[in-house]
């Protein structure tokens, strides 16, 4: 696509409830990242896939927290048993590779905002 | 560890005003310094980089920024802003070996007419 897409971009769940998040990178882009922002916080590195495999997963705050992605495409984050800490904005972000991201940047999508209650 | 500090959250300021936002970093090792962009209703998207070479960067739509490596900085400065520089703006660190990022909190900037 002409951009990172992710989906859905809001979702109110309930705490103790399982969601997944979705991420669309560009066509092409072999790297795929996810980051977290609180509010009022910077963001925070979850994870980082090259392909199919998650090189760095260092980030990811505790083991209710997962992600897969099927070759170079799609990327789903999932969340079990969310807590009302989990409430953020999460961000999947693309890029060609390590040479490609220092000088294009990463591509962020816009972003799913997750809310807990 | 690395960390990014952004020390103002909110930068109210007047059309065709000169602004700075700055920024601090740590970092035990090299870095690559950037700075990001968020348009209201967009992405994040890259303003900025020093990779290496000359200490002041430009960007196409007229900010610059400054790497200091004896005050750990990298300020971002425009001399007169424009209406549509309102955005949040995020600084960046990354060392030179991986794809970890790490970004500061944010710097809203309001140019007010």
């Known amino acids: 696509g002409a951009g990172v897409s992710q989906s859905p971009s809001n979702k109110v769940t309930e705490k103790g409830k399982d969601v997944e998040l979705r991420c669309d990178p560009i066509?092409?882009?072999?790297?795929l990242y996810w980051y977290r922002q609180r509010l009022g916080q910077g963001l925070e590195f979850l994870i980082y896939?090259?392909?199919?495999?998650?090189?760095?997963k260092s980030g990811l705050p505790s083991d209710r927290f997962s992600a897969e992605r099927t070759g170079e495409s799609v990327s789903t984050l999932t969340i079990q048993r969310t807590q009302q800490e989990d409430s953020a904005v999460y961000l999947c972000?693309?890029?060609?590779?390590?040479?490609?991201?220092?000088?294009?940047?990463?591509?962020f999508g816009s972003g799913t905002r997750l809310t807990v209650v | 560890a690395q960390s990014v500090t952004q020390l103002d959250s909110q930068v109210p300021v007047f059309e065709e005003a000169p602004v700075e936002l700055r920024c601090n970093y740590s970092?035990?090792?090299?870095?690559?310094l950037f700075w990001y962009v968020q348009y209201p209703n967009q992405g994040l998207q890259l303003l900025l980089k020093?990779?290496?070479?000359?200490?002041l960067v430009e960007s196409i739509n007229g900010f610059e920024a400054e790497f200091n490596k004896s005050q750990t900085s990298f300020h971002l400065r425009k001399p007169s802003v424009h209406i549509s520089d309102t955005a949040e703006y995020f600084c960046?660190?990354?060392?030179?070996?991986?794809?970890?990022?790490?970004f500061g909190a944010g710097t809203r900037l309001f140019v007010k007419a």
């Open positions: 066509s092409g882009h072999t790297a």
């Open positions: 020093y990779l290496s070479g000359s200490t």
């Open positions: 960046a660190v990354s060392n030179t070996g991986g794809f970890k990022t790490i």
């Open positions: 896939f090259q392909g199919n495999s998650a090189p760095d």
């Open positions: 972000a693309s890029s060609f590779g390590e040479s490609a991201l220092l000088y294009y940047g990463y591509t």
């Open positions: 970092s035990s090792v090299s870095v690559y």
